[in-house]
């Protein structure tokens, strides 16, 4: 080193510190969403598979049962399974025993019927399930589904009218649901659709949803029961409902409302027919262009239009084709 040079010092100034720092913090605010938006859409494709495996199932079902979809009443005939006593059989008919029949068969896993998007911590995955004679089935030997497996919490025993024995309960003992999804409805009016027939504008099962208030067209969330519900955070939404749903024709679609714009029903005859997008939330009356059936949301055997929910606690009053059920909704 020549005398008089002076050494040169390494090292950041305080401007060039402040402005690395800054360049990080733009970087962090460019990422931070975009790994967010990656969560989300990591989340919805994996949901869209369980929706599609549900529906895949089901179809698969209806192939070797003369078209028909998973019905635990028509398969249970000598109450190996479940014994309803002197109540119909179709009390057996709920969304827990359905999903449970897919599983079964090998048709689903029960890890396939949680949503990675679930917000309910009552909504659990049914790690116990018993693939080969099921312990809490009448007949243990013999049993065509897990009748442990519970479609919503709290699901009571619907032919006794208390709380069942047989369905499992959470780790610490807490009533628990295995399902995140819903399904269409195998009841009267609604059974002749409950089959692979692949229509398209059929909806077959889906993310649960809200309870909705309003008439076509001007659907609002329920001011009470609709507004809080754990299904409007599945994506990061406060104010609105975003979810898959699964057609007949096996497709599986994500929408952010719950009257898509390519499902439609009509209301009224001739010239005086009215055509709406058509709420698979709500239990609109198909012969009246108000959709005022709010009396009718727990008889799911009334009315054609697509209907879902989570269902249990079957019961008839007089009429096998007009069951009442009860509906799960959080």
Do not use: C
């Not at 060039?16 to 494709?45: D, K, N, S, W």
């Not at 994996?46 to 003369?66: C, F, L, N, P």
């Not at 059974?191 to 909806?203: I, T």
Request: glycine letters at 10%; proline letters at 5%.
């Amino acid at each position: 080193m020549l005398l008089g040079q002076s050494r040169r010092r390494w090292g950041f100034t305080l401007i060039e510190l402040l402005v690395v720092i800054a360049i990080i913090a733009i970087l962090i605010a460019i990422l931070v969403p975009a790994l967010g938006a990656a969560r989300r859409y990591a989340l919805q494709a994996k949901d869209s598979t369980h929706v599609r495996s549900i529906v895949q199932g089901m179809i698969v079902w209806a192939g070797q049962h003369d078209g028909d979809f998973p019905r635990p009443s028509s398969i249970d005939l000598a109450g190996n399974t479940i014994d309803s006593g002197s109540n119909p059989g179709l009390v057996k008919d709920n969304t827990g025993n359905i999903l449970s029949v897919l599983i079964f068969n090998g048709m689903l896993e029960a890890q396939q019927a949680i949503s990675p998007a679930e917000t309910n911590e009552l909504i659990v995955r049914d790690t116990e399930y018993e693939k080969d004679e099921a312990s809490l089935a009448n007949r243990p030997e013999l049993a065509l589904w897990d009748p442990g497996f519970a479609g919503f919490p709290g699901e009571q025993d619907s032919f006794s009218g208390v709380p069942s024995n047989g369905r499992r309960k959470g780790e610490s003992g807490e009533a628990v649901g295995h399902t995140s999804y819903a399904t269409a409805f195998p009841f009267g009016e609604r059974s002749a659709a409950w089959n692979s027939d692949f229509a398209g504008n059929s909806v077959v099962a889906g993310n649960r949803g809200p309870i909705y208030q309003g008439t076509p067209g001007n659907w609002r969330l329920h001011l009470t029961l609709g507004v809080n519900s754990n299904t409007l955070r599945f994506y990061g939404a406060d104010n609105e409902w975003n979810g898959h749903l699964a057609y007949g024709d096996g497709r599986v679609e994500f929408t952010k409302q719950p009257d898509p714009v390519g499902l439609k029903m009509s209301f009224g005859t001739g010239s005086n027919t009215s055509s709406f997008a058509d709420n698979v939330f709500y239990n609109e009356n198909d012969n009246d262009a108000t959709a005022n059936a709010a009396g009718d949301q727990d008889r799911p055997g009334r009315w054609t239009n697509a209907y879902l929910r989570p269902w249990g606690n079957v019961t008839i009053d007089s009429d096998v084709d007009d069951p009442r059920v009860a509906l799960f909704w959080d």
